[in-house]
C-alpha cells in the first residue's frame, strides 16, 4: 500500500495532525510526519516533494496556518494529490490560511479541507488510495456504516426522551 506524507509548517500544527494520523493508524495506512516550512526549509519541503513519488507516496497532506503556502509548494514540485489543511491562528481565525490554501492556479491543484480539518484530510486520502484498494475501499465503507450506526443511536436516545 502507498504511504500518506504529512507535512506541517510548524510543530504547533501537531494537534491538528494528530487528527489525521489517528485516522491512518485505524485504518492501517501506513504515513510519515516531518516538519518542513514553505519558507524557512523550502530546500528540504521541494526535495521531500520531488522525490515522493520514488519513496512510496500516493498522497500527501501538508498543514499550515496564516500564510499557508505550504500545500502550494508542494503541489508544485509533485503531481501526486496534496490536500490542505489550513489551521486556525490566533490572528484572524484560520481565514488568512482557507484562502491561501484553497486559492491556488489553474495547473496546479490543492484539494482543501476545513479549517482544523486533519481528520477529513486523512479520510480523503485514504479515499483516493482506495481507489485501486479494494480492501481499503472495504475498511472505508464499515467505517461509514459505523459512524451511521452511532448517529442513529444518539438519534434514538434523543427520541426516548423527548418523543
Known amino acids: 500500500m502507498k504511504k500518506v506524507g504529512i507535512i506541517m509548517g510548524s510543530d504547533s500544527d501537531l494537534p491538528i495532525v494528530t487528527k489525521a494520523t489517528d485516522i491512518l493508524k485505524a485504518l492501517e495506512i501506513p504515513f510519515e510526519v516531518h516538519v518542513y516550512s514553505a519558507h524557512r526549509t523550502p530546500v528540504e519541503a521541494r526535495d521531500f516533494a520531488v522525490n515522493a513519488r ?22 508544485a514540485n509533485t503531481t501526486l494529490p496534496v490536500i490542505g489543511i489550513p489551521c486556525k491562528s490566533s490572528n484572524l481565525d ?26 477529513n484530510a486523512a479520510l480523503l486520502c485514504a479515499q483516493i488510495l482506495a481507489v485501486e484498494d479494494k480492501e481499503l475501499a472495504a475498511k472505508l465503507d464499515a467505517k461509514r456504516a459505523s459512524d451511521a450506526a452511532k448517529v442513529l443511536e444518539k438519534d434514538a436516545a434523543i427520541s426516548a426522551s423527548f418523543n
Open 54 to 75: 520514488a519513496n512510496g507516496f500516493g498522497a500527501i497532506i501538508a498543514a499550515a496556518g496564516m500564510a499557508a503556502h505550504l500545500a502550494g509548494a508542494i503541489a
Open 94 to 119: 484560520g481565514i488568512d490560511a482557507l484562502l491561501s490554501t484553497v486559492q491556488m492556479p489553474t495547473g496546479i491543484p490543492v484539494a482543501t479541507v476545513a479549517i482544523n480539518g486533519g481528520a
